[in-house]
Every structure is written in structure tokens, then in C-alpha cells.
Nanobody, 119 residues
């Protein structure tokens, strides 16, 4: 079992910055992708940014060039640096991880952290 705990959410004015962190603990062997998703009220959850264990990243088009995902593989922590925040970035941000063990993949989610961007 893997536990994901997020931190760093909060309220910020448009144009500001926030950094989210997600720490994985428990049986972390085999963790591959770590990612951030978000869900705004009334909308579907969407991928924000993803990073695999080799450092390959991908971003949603709406956050490209504003957000940066990074991870510390030794500590199993993934960060999301969010710059130039916009009101439309307001959402609950959730950490995601997948783990490959015995040819099977298990997925894990954090409980989420609220990010609110005021205009």
C-alpha cells in the first residue's frame, strides 16, 4: 500500500505562485508515474502534469509554460510549481501515483488540496 499526502494548497491572487508537494510513503517500490490532477466545481477531473520515474514530463496545454512538475525519486516526493496563476486554475488538486508490481499496476490518490485563485 502507498499513501499520498499533499501539502501547499491555499489562496492566492491572480498572477501569484504556489507550490504543491505530494509525499508518497509505505511500500513505494515500483512507483512509476506521479502526477497532479485537478477538479473544478462542475467539471471533470483533468490531468495537470505528469512525471515518470525517468523524468519524462507532460503538461495540460492550459498550464504549459506556467506550471512545472518535478520529483525527488529518493524521497518519493513530487512537486508542482504553479506560476502566473489564473482564477480558472481554482480547483482541488490531487496527487496520483501508479505502481507496477508483479506485472500489475495499482493506482493511488491523495485526498486533495484546495487551490483558490482570486481575481
Amino acid at each position: 500500500q502507498v499513501q499520498l499526502v499533499e501539502s501547499g494548497g491555499g489562496m492566492v491572487q491572480a498572477g501569484g505562485s504556489l507550490t504543491l508537494a505530494c509525499a508518497a510513503s509505505g511500500s513505494t517500490f515500483g512507483i512509476n508515474h506521479m502526477a497532479w490532477y485537478r477538479q473544478a466545481p462542475g467539471l471533470q477531473r483533468e490531468l495537470v502534469a505528469e512525471c515518470d520515474e525517468d523524468g519524462r514530463v507532460r503538461y495540460a496545454g492550459s498550464v504549459q509554460d506556467r506550471f512545472t512538475i518535478s520529483r525527488d525519486n529518493a524521497k518519493f516526493i513530487v512537486y508542482l510549481q504553479m506560476n502566473s496563476l489564473k482564477p480558472e486554475d481554482t480547483a482541488v488538486y490531487s496527487c496520483f501515483a501508479d505502481q507496477l508490481i508483479d506485472k500489475g499496476t495499482t493506482t493511488y490518490w491523495g485526498q486533495g488540496t484546495q487551490v483558490t485563485v482570486s481575481s
